[in-house]
């Protein structure tokens, strides 16, 4: 498998950035960390080795970037309106450096966006802020309400990076064209936030993917088996 390490300066956040990349070719995936995760984290729990034979076939060309959570959402250091100010810079910099790249590399005008844990709500995030850029949506046990992160703020910024609430109200044509997989397990600690988000998408008439697989856990054991089953759909 082809693996490569990437390092820049970005000029969205202002320091330095790391990411690795696996494949060759295929369908260009951007996939998240958990929470507070880096870079390395799906190559060290194995779920970029449980999709090993999609990479080596060059069907699939994935993407890990870095994550910034503890500078934003999970930093209680500052206050919450400077968390969503530093996550939009993240999102600015994925849309302008990572995405580009991927498209630049393996020649699709699109990308595809998946997560597991945290990482599920940062590929849902960017995935329906960005409809036109995405094709396909795989969350793994993704969070998609962060007001707990908000220490009772609420305010526009965070209406907009927060999918439970802009998603009802945004009519972008191109979320109807995108397929999503919500996968999630019955004793999932964020099952309800994965159902919660599948009324909100039936209500809209976008089809998607429930996928609740039973006794299971919120856990690398489950999500490993899920991500290739994901990509086979492609």
Request: proline residues 4%.
């Amino acid at each position: 498998m082809q693996e490569d390490y990437i390092k820049w300066y970005s000029p969205n956040l202002s320091a330095d950035f790391e990411m690795l990349t696996f494949g060759h070719g295929g369908y260009p995936i951007v996939l998240f960390p958990t929470s507070k995760g880096r870079y390395y984290e799906n190559k060290d729990f194995k779920l970029i080795e449980s999709a090993g034979h999609l990479i080596d076939e060059g069907k699939v060309k994935i993407y890990c970037p870095d994550g910034i959570d503890a500078l934003s959402w999970y930093n209680k250091s500052i206050h919450p309106a400077d968390r969503v100010k530093n996550h939009i810079w993240y999102d600015k910099m994925l849309l302008e450096e990572v995405a580009g790249r991927a498209r630049c590399e393996t020649g699709f005008d699109k990308i595809i966006t998946a997560g597991c844990s945290f990482g599920g709500y940062h590929a849902a995030n960017f995935a329906f802020r960005h409809p036109w850029l995405v094709s396909h949506l795989f969350s793994m046990s993704g969070a998609f309400d962060l007001r707990g992160q908000m220490d009772g703020f609420y305010n526009g910024d965070f209406y907009y990076n927060n999918p439970i609430d802009f998603l009802p109200n945004d009519h972008s044509t191109e979320l109807w064209d995108m397929k999503v997989v919500l996968g999630t397990t019955d004793r999932d600690i964020c099952r309800h936030d994965n159902e919660r988000l599948s009324e909100i998408l039936s209500r809209k008439g976008m089809n998607h993917w429930l996928d609740i697989r039973h006794n299971a856990d919120h856990d690398w054991v489950i999500w490993r088996q899920m991500f290739p089953e994901y990509l086979g759909q492609l």
